[in-house]
């Protein structure tokens, strides 16, 4: 097994998000050099690993030219999944019948990376329209295998080192799934902490934009800069988190690559001097699969109405399959679903009496083998369909030697504290040795 792309070597593609940009804004390190590092690994690798829909290098070198070094993200290098709008890249959702449009448009939250001297490299490849159907990108650590989706090329250019941050979005399991296929952070934020506005929509209930980096400490720093909420920063130092271990109520389809990795975590927090409490599966839990399929059924093929009426010969046949099974759902579905989240606030806080995150599958397994398809999103739905913030955490190997992560799930509203029992969880997973793979 050959990774499509090695680590980064480049000294300066190789710093961290917040370092690079302390280093840029003290006038020790030049954006355009970082830039240019990117650009690099970039055009050594992405035509193995396919993780780019857009890279104009001449322009991203402009920008990182002119980048503001007192903005809070000077010189960090983003990609932009392409399901969000660019004015100066075509924004193609993924799906052939919208090859070459170009928005007249940046979307907000991409104005806003800019705004604080951001410097974005591309567009990465997304799934059509952000659902099932998978575009060219591999997994970086064995092309045969998939780096999941929606956010394939998002997860997939963060693991091979091609950028240092990367947006994405979840409306099942897009950012956490992929993250822990690929071995990188994806983090979903409490819906609506970044802003979605000119994202492709899916969902208006479920739809949540977030970032994927290499570790917690650049996830909280970039979403601290980009929401403009300073305290989702992790301090260098964090006390010991409560955590508790929560397995759901489909347990039975977490393969033995997934236990271990959770195994693996708590193995490690104890070590750190952290127990970790079993938490049980309540009554209610399981039909909230059901709620979330409901609200996505009832409201996706209402969103893409003009792509399903107007545009279907031109969609792939799995768009068209998963649009038509969606569309099953009825509006008795629907009310009855919404009545359930309304109750999102108080649902998360009995699961998370007593502890301030759990630990929970973030994916059945490793990537399964095949471009075919993008894996299971079964250990994500019900998180996203109650709002609060969730991250994936790199914490294994399954017995391919892929990576497997394990899912930190928080409180509505409750992120820094998410972001900071991650980072502690990140530390103590770092000081134990990886398991023997099985």
């Known amino acids: 097994m050959n990774a499509v792309v090695p680590p980064p070597n480049d000294a300066l593609a190789a ?38 829909a857009h890279v104009d290098a001449e322009r ?23 399901v969000i709008d660019t004015a100066d890249m075509p924004t193609e959702y993924g799906s052939a019948a919208y090859a070459g449009v170009r928005p007249v448009w940046d979307a ?22 952000a659902m099932a159907s998978p575009g060219p990108t591999r997994n970086p650590v064995d092309p045969a295998h998939t780096p999941g989706g929606s956010s394939s090329g998002s997860c997939a250019a963060v693991a091979a080192g091609m ?48 970032v994927v980096t290499r570790d917690v400490r650049d996830a909280a720093f970039v979403t601290a800069a980009l929401a403009e909420r300073p305290g989702l920063a992790v301090a260098e130092r964090v006390a010991p988190p409560r955590v508790g271990l929560f397995r759901t109520s ?53 969103s893409l109405a003009y792509e399903r009426d107007r545009l279907g010969d031109r969609l792939t046949a799995v768009t068209r399959r998963f649009l038509d099974t969606l569309a099953a759902t009825t509006f008795a579905d629907y009310t009855a679903a919404r009545d359930v989240a309304r109750g999102r ?71 820094a504290d998410l972001l900071a029992a991650a980072a502690f969880i990140e530390q103590a997973l770092a000081a134990v040795p990886p398991v023997a793979r099985g």
């Open 15 to 52: 710093l961290s998000a917040r370092e690079t940009a302390r280093r840029v804004a003290a006038g020790d390190l030049a954006a355009e050099a970082v830039c240019r590092a990117f650009v690099q690994r970039i055009a050594d690798g992405d035509a193995a690993l396919g993780a780019w």
């Open 60 to 82: 991203a070198l402009e920008a990182a030219r002119a980048v503001d070094r007192s903005g809070p993200l000077a010189g960090v290098t983003f990609g932009v999944k392409d």
């Open 108 to 129: 907000p939250i991409v104005a806003l990376t800019r705004r604080f001297g951001g410097v974005v490299l591309g567009k990465t490849v997304t799934t059509e329209f």
């Open 163 to 210: 950028v240092h941050a990367a947006f994405g979005t979840q409306t099942s399991g897009s950012l956490i799934r992929p993250a822990s296929y690929c071995g990188v952070v994806g983090y979903k934020p409490t819906f609506g902490v970044l802003n979605r506005t000119a994202v492709k929509v899916l969902s208006d209930s479920l739809d949540t934009l977030g």
């Open 250 to 302: 489909r347990w039975a389809l977490a393969e033995p690559a997934t236990r271990a990795a959770l195994d693996r975590t708590v193995a490690a927090l104890a070590a750190a001097g952290v127990e970790v409490r079993d938490v049980a599966v309540p009554e209610w839990f399981e039909g909230l699969w059901a709620a979330h399929d409901a609200v996505m059924g009832w409201e996706t093929p209402r």
């Open 345 to 415: 606030r108080d649902l998360l806080d009995e699961l998370l009496s007593g502890c301030d995150v759990l630990i929970t599958p973030a994916a059945p397994g490793e990537a399964p083998l095949g471009l075919g398809a993008t894996g299971d999103p079964v250990f994500n739905k019900v998180w996203t369909l109650l709002h609060g913030p969730c991250l994936s955490l790199p914490a294994g190997r399954g017995p391919a030697g892929l990576p497997v992560g394990v899912q930190i799930v928080g409180r509505i509203g409750a992120d």
